[in-house]
């Protein structure tokens, strides 16, 4: 953004250095705040760039205050959302979207019911990390951590996410290690392998969500029919012999369809010997879509046979869902489709 700006005209590094350091890690609330540079300076930024690509449209807090999901519109007019996840230890974790829908459409997630509007570019998917920064940095606090895991699948909005990395990353702008970056992905396989081959090595958390083919091709037939789950598996030995890192592996657990001791049991024995961390989701729901949570003793029986078997396993902690802003219930209140 500012590259473009300063090289027509003309300006020199330290002008770039200032206007990053308010912009990104200051969190500046408008381009009148760049004190750094002169006013005849910040008017022609004004004209020539949007301050945000996005228009906010409302903030919603959780009960606990602990989550924020925010509504914003594209300047085309497409809804999007994304979620600020305040921890006690200190963390500050952005949910971000990099789509407005998703064309994956998996039966039990909220947003696939949109359909499909268009990718995110990648300044729209900044722009709504810098929401939240804006609101922590004057509290004493900023972003810490990023999770492509809101709307919309990363891999088939590759150049945009990369772009966004790059700046999520740069110690000049918002300089989130990448270590604190998770990618979510239901799995398309060539695109995760360029993605990854570039040099790009976020976290990568895997939505399995059955532990069979069959069982997946019928909660997520898009991707299954696509990528059969024999092949996700090829990637993800790819993934451990080339890099030695562990995936985390989403399960979302829905009564009655894939959170028997059987499914775990099977399971257990499709991570066997992997690097492998099984994170585990009650199913939450959505006006829409006819599924039922698991129960915690369900959920509960679940993790202990998958421990019991060797497999490394949590329970997410759900955060949001009274504002649904919750894992798969990310649709906006806005949308001509709700």
Not at 31 to 39: C, N
Not at 109 to 122: D, I, S
Not at 157 to 183: A, C, F, W
Not at 261 to 287: C, D, G, M
Request: hydrophobic share 35%; proline share 3%; aromatic share 10%.
């Amino acid at each position: 953004m500012i590259e473009h700006f300063a090289n027509t005209h003309n300006l020199p590094k330290y002008k770039i250095d200032q206007f990053n350091n308010q912009y990104y890690k200051q969190a500046i609330p408008s381009f009148d705040k760049l004190s750094t540079w002169s006013k005849e300076l910040r008017e022609l930024l004004k004209q020539e760039v949007e301050f945000s690509t996005l228009t906010h449209i409302k903030d919603n807090h959780s009960s606990d205050g602990k989550t924020i999901k925010t509504e914003f519109k594209t300047k085309d007019g497409f809804d999007i959302e994304a979620v600020l996840m305040q921890y006690s230890d200190g963390r500050n974790s952005v949910c971000v979207s990099c789509m407005s829908g998703c064309p994956v459409g998996c039966s039990f997630c909220a947003t696939g019911k949109m359909g499909f509007h268009r990718n995110l570019t990648y300044r729209e998917i900044v722009d709504q990390i810098l929401h939240f920064q804006r609101m922590l940095v004057p509290k004493g606090r900023r972003v810490t951590n990023l999770v492509y895991m809101g709307m919309g699948e990363p891999m088939l909005n590759l150049t945009n996410i990369e772009k966004s990395i790059d700046i999520v990353n740069n110690m000049d702008k918002l300089s989130i290690g990448i270590r604190h970056v998770t990618i979510s992905t239901v799995g398309y396989v060539p695109q995760l392998k360029e993605f990854f081959s570039k040099g790009y090595i976020p976290r990568l958390a895997i939505s399995l969500h059955a532990p069979n083919q069959k069982l997946r091709a019928s909660i997520m037939s898009t991707i299954s029919k696509l990528y059969p789950l024999e092949q996700l598996m090829e990637f993800a030995t790819w993934y451990e012999d080339t890099y030695n890192k562990r995936i985390t592996y989403e399960y979302t657990l829905i009564k009655g369809i894939n959170d028997q001791p059987e499914h775990a049991i099977e399971l257990s024995q499709l991570l066997y010997k992997r690097l492998a961390f099984v994170n585990l989701i009650k199913f939450n729901t959505y006006k829409d879509i006819d599924y039922e949570a698991s129960s915690n003793n369900t959920v509960d029986r679940f993790r202990k046979v998958l421990e019991n078997r060797g497999i490394n396993t949590t329970t997410r902690r759900s955060m949001g869902s009274d504002i649904g802003g919750a894992c798969g219930q990310l649709h906006p209140t806005n949308s001509s489709n709700t």
